[in-house]
């Protein structure tokens, strides 16, 4: 039978979405359906589509058994109201079920209230009785204890019992308020807003016709996340390039072919327009301005949490065991590159729900051989960092920026931020503390001249480094440490000893680049002046 509300030339499409393309803002989705065709037809419908879809950006075409000819598109804006009636029962069973163990819970406690009473009543009845039977020996101690325990237990008991209902029912009561607000919720009607499709058509005649329909929506986007696996004892990082896809454009994506693509639709084709840049003298009202806002306490900064990721990593070991492991296989991403524009094409389908949470998924994984150096600044801390000199594959693909999870022999240790990183590029990560290195300080002089040098005031300062490698390899050091620099013409600083020697560097840095054998210790010795004239004061000399 013939919907009368839907007149014989309109035909509605059941359609399905195919394909995504995520870009880094916004994803274009690929919908295909099948529909019958009598010949009659004049326009094609695909309905419940979501509002973050842009007009402008609706594509269609399709192939058939019978010739089709696409005249045009439109797009009709509908509002539906959702329906409740399943959702209002479900929450009113929960109701009633929740109302009833109330009722319940009560009932216990009114009966123990009731004996509490009975318990009350009969130790008021026996007080004068049992008194007078214990003044005349009639009971013996062992009686008497057992009567007062009886008593203190029940009171006791009772007590935790009603204490226990009543708690239970203080959860119930919450449990009841967040149900029948959600109740309220539900019954109050809110349209829903949803775009449809209209694909005007000539049809030839009878047959099959597949339409596939395009368009952008926004409310996606998808950003790198890495994970880099090293271990110390080989020259290999291991980096993981995952993709974290989150969309809330009011349709699930199901079983959908993806495709991540670096390309940016939305920054539009034409190049920005200059605008004047102006540049004037300040005048009385924006100096009272800026005054005003110099004067304004700064509100306090909210410290950036540090994001943290679990991982976990299990091995299991039986000899006695037939059973052969088999590794599990990740589903990698085939890399296409076309220009300045990468994209990564998921094999497998995808599911990403429009949930508005994040959804990782792998795109590939890949050995980068490195090598380690180290690090250190005793002046600030005793401890040396590891860092990994790394080499993109110059026929690989562009990391993009993005946050990258480091696990040290499958011990998360801390993240970093990579930035964008081209195939062929020379890139360094920092690996945290490696406490295989002990670096000590010292002050072992501070000398101050007792007789004036022209008319100045020397104060002589040494310091000793002791660099000791713990680790059973060779490694590469560079050791920077820092003297004071002046600001007053009257101050000088000079560097007057070092050994190893080195060249005072820029800013008062001081560098050693250092090869430690296994094992191996090392001394490093320097010493500097400070002059000045003997009635200045010198700040900032508390080292």
């Known amino acids: 039978m013939v919907n009368p509300e839907i007149p014989s030339w309109r035909k509605t499409v059941q359609s399905e979405i195919v394909a995504v393309t995520v870009y880094a803002d916004r994803a274009l989705v690929t919908r295909r359906g099948v529909v019958d065709l009598t010949g009659i037809e004049q326009e094609l419908v695909i309905t419940s589509l ?8 609706i594509r269609v075409s399709g192939t058939g058994t019978v010739g089709v000819r696409l005249m045009g598109v439109s797009s009709d804006r509908i509002y539906t109201t959702e329906p409740v009636t399943e959702r209002v029962a479900h929450l009113t069973r929960q109701i009633e079920q929740l109302e009833a163990e109330k009722r319940h819970l009560q009932a216990q406690v009114d009966a123990l209230a009731l004996q509490s009473s009975f318990i009350a009543g009969l130790r008021e009845k026996t007080e004068e009785p049992f008194a007078q039977s214990l003044s005349r020996k009639n009971l013996s101690l062992s009686e008497t204890l057992d009567f007062l325990n009886f008593l203190g237990s029940q009171y006791g008991e009772y007590a935790i019992a009603s204490g226990e209902c009543k708690t239970q029912q203080q959860e119930l009561d919450k449990e009841l308020q967040a149900l029948r607000a959600s109740l309220q919720k539900i019954q109050t009607p809110h349209p829903k807003e949803s775009l449809s499709i209209v694909v005007g058509v000539e049809v030839a005649g009878e047959g099959k016709f597949e339409l596939e329909v395009s368009y952008i929506v926004n409310r996606a986007s998808w950003t790198p996340l890495y994970d880099l696996r090293f271990n110390t004892t080989s020259d290999i990082v291991h980096l993981g390039y995952l993709a974290e896809i989150t969309q809330s454009s009011g349709e699930d994506w199901i079983s959908a072919n993806l495709t991540l693509s670096t390309a940016k639709p939305g920054l539009g084709t034409l190049p920005p327009k200059l605008e004047p840049w102006y540049i004037d003298a300040p005048r009385p009202q924006m100096l009272r301005q800026r005054q005003l806002a110099t004067q304004r306490p700064l509100l306090p900064t909210i410290p950036e949490q540090a994001a943290s990721a679990a991982r976990v990593d299990w091995q299991e070991e039986d000899e006695g065991a037939e059973d052969v492991l088999i590794q599990a296989e990740t589903v990698t991403a085939e890399v ?7 994209t990564f094409k998921l ?11 994040p959804h990782k998924t792998t795109i590939f994984n890949d050995d980068y051989p490195c090598n380690f150096d180290y690090v250190a600044m005793p002046r600030l801390v005793s401890f040396a960092y590891l860092q990994a000199n790394v080499k993109n594959n110059p026929n690989g693909a562009t990391l993009l920026p993005g946050k990258a999870n480091i696990f040290r022999n499958n011990v998360f240790i801390g993240t970093t931020q990579l930035q964008n990183i081209a195939p062929g590029q020379e890139f360094k990560l ?11 300080r010292e002050l072992v002089e501070r000398l101050v001249d007792k007789r004036l040098i022209s008319n100045q005031r020397r104060i002589t300062y040494s310091y000793r480094l002791i660099i000791t490698n713990l680790l059973d390899k060779e490694v590469n050091l560079k050791v920077t440490e820092q003297l004071p620099v002046s600001r007053n013409e009257q101050i000088k600083v000079r560097l007057s000893r070092s050994n190893p020697q080195i060249q005072l560097g820029e800013m008062g840095i001081l560098e050693w680049e250092l090869t430690l054998l296994p094992q191996e210790k090392r001394d490093i010795y320097y010493q500097f002046n400070v002059e000045h004239p003997p009635d200045l004061m010198v700040v900032g000399l508390d080292i």
């Open 430 to 440: 920092n690996l945290g503390i490696d406490e295989g290195l002990k670096i000590e």
């Open 347 to 357: 094999n497998g389908g995808g599911n990403i729900p429009s949930d508005g949470a």
């Open 50 to 57: 979501p509002e973050t879809l842009e007009i402008e950006s």
């Open 336 to 342: 296409s590159k076309e220009g300045s524009v990468v």
